[in-house]
């Protein structure tokens, strides 16, 4: 804060004042802007901290072990330590981390007079709860996602952005791991599990969305084909199966995810590589799958999927459509676009777009019509693309 003049010499904050006279204090509001900026810097540059300490988090189980408690559970940092696979952990590392975890909101913490602090969770951290005793995820967690993205394999490509940028030689994970996250998680079998169990996790959360928007078209599909292509272990495809099943799914995906799809009672896995073809349906559903790639190979999926199609067929599409510059809804959703659209970047060849984008994309590859129907409960801002055929009036 600075005076003016007349105050040099003067306790801060002082003024005096004479018979017939009064002056002011003068503030110099861009020491509180850099003041705010060094401050949100500091944040910036320590929070890795945060989203490593959420690894830590669930590696260990904190918010499981929390819950169990029930939902309004209160532990202190020696009473979750009884329920982690140490014998001797450091109660004192613990519950520092804890509490560090809590001043961004991760948990919640309370101190009462003579009592040891008490952690409980908050709507951060039960997003993060497992159900365990029913030997997997639970629909409605993101550890599973939480875990793939702060891999270390996955992690590590950040440190090559200024390359790619300044050389242009190739994308920041082609240029640490020779190939594409795709393509490491084929050959490595512990990150394949994780980004099997992230990519199915999460669209158990995104179908609910999916069908509340969506259902009544679903349901003219019955006694007809739908084909998930890139379906993965067939998260999506199986609930539509049971809430309509007199469609016929199909889930179609790699053979070596295929191989470790379980089995669903309506629907049939069929193993092959959307580049080369696509099977023949009367609709076609793809989430998230086009966003993986660039425009030429995004082309390449789109006419196979033409080419599948009946001639009254369509295709049915997940996807995050971008707000134009300036016009997001929230700050928020246009802060997910960019995130989003960076992890593109980051560990594929693909991007997030924009409507144009979009539109352009269908028409080079024969689909003359769309409709864009938005999910607005989805946390992630993803929207339905239905698209017809050149041949098919919408």
């Not at 509340?212 to 609930?239: C, H, M, P, Q, W």
Request: proline fraction near 5%.
């Amino acid at each position: 804060m600075l005076v003016n003049e007349e105050f040099e010499g003067q306790n801060r904050g002082e003024a005096t004042m004479d018979s017939g006279k009064s002056d002011t204090i003068c503030v110099d509001h861009r020491k509180d802007e850099e003041l705010e900026g060094f401050i949100d810097l500091w944040k910036l540059m320590f929070g890795f901290m945060y989203s490593l300490g959420l690894r830590w988090a669930v590696e260990l189980g904190i918010p499981d072990i929390i819950a169990k408690g029930g939902p309004e559970s209160m532990l202190s940092a020696e009473e979750i330590a009884g329920f982690l696979p140490s014998p001797s952990p450091n109660i004192d590392f613990l519950s520092r981390t804890l509490s560090f975890l809590a001043t961004r909101g991760i948990f919640s913490q309370t101190l009462q007079p003579n009592s040891p602090i008490k952690y409980g969770l908050t709507p951060i951290s039960k997003w993060l709860i497992n159900d365990t005793d029913n030997g997997g995820a639970k629909a409605g967690t993101f550890a599973p996602f939480l875990l793939l993205h702060t891999h270390e394999a996955v992690i590590s490509p950040w440190y090559r952005l200024g390359e790619s940028i300044l050389s242009g030689s190739g994308f920041p994970f082609e240029l640490v791991h020779g190939k594409l996250l795709f393509s490491l998680a084929e050959s490595n079998p512990e990150l394949g599990r994780l980004f099997n169990e992230a990519m199915g996790t999460y669209s158990k959360i995104l179908v609910k969305d999916i069908l509340a928007a969506y259902g009544d078209e679903f349901r003219k599909l019955e006694f007809r084909s739908l084909v998930d292509v890139g379906g993965g272990n067939g998260s999506i495809i199986s609930v539509i199966s049971r809430s309509f099943p007199n469609i016929k799914c199909c889930n179609f995906d790699l053979p070596e995810v295929i191989s470790e799809a379980p089995s669903c009672a309506g629907v049939q896995h069929i193993a092959g590589d959307m580049f080369v073809s696509v099977p023949n349906a009367d609709a076609i559903f793809m989430k998230g799958i086009l966003h993986d790639w660039g425009d030429e190979e995004c082309k390449k999926i789109l006419k196979n999927c033409h080419q599948a199609l009946s001639k009254q067929g369509k295709l049915i599409m997940v996807e995050m459509v971008l707000a134009e510059a300036g016009q997001s809804k929230s700050s928020w959703s246009e802060e997910i676009g960019g995130i989003r659209d960076m992890i593109m970047l980051s560990h594929q060849r693909g991007k997030e777009r924009r409507e144009e984008e979009w539109r352009k994309l269908l028409q080079s590859s024969g689909f003359n019509h769309y409709n864009i129907i938005s999910l607005p409960s989805e946390p992630l801002q993803m929207s339905i693309i239905e698209a017809f055929p050149a041949h098919v009036e919408d």
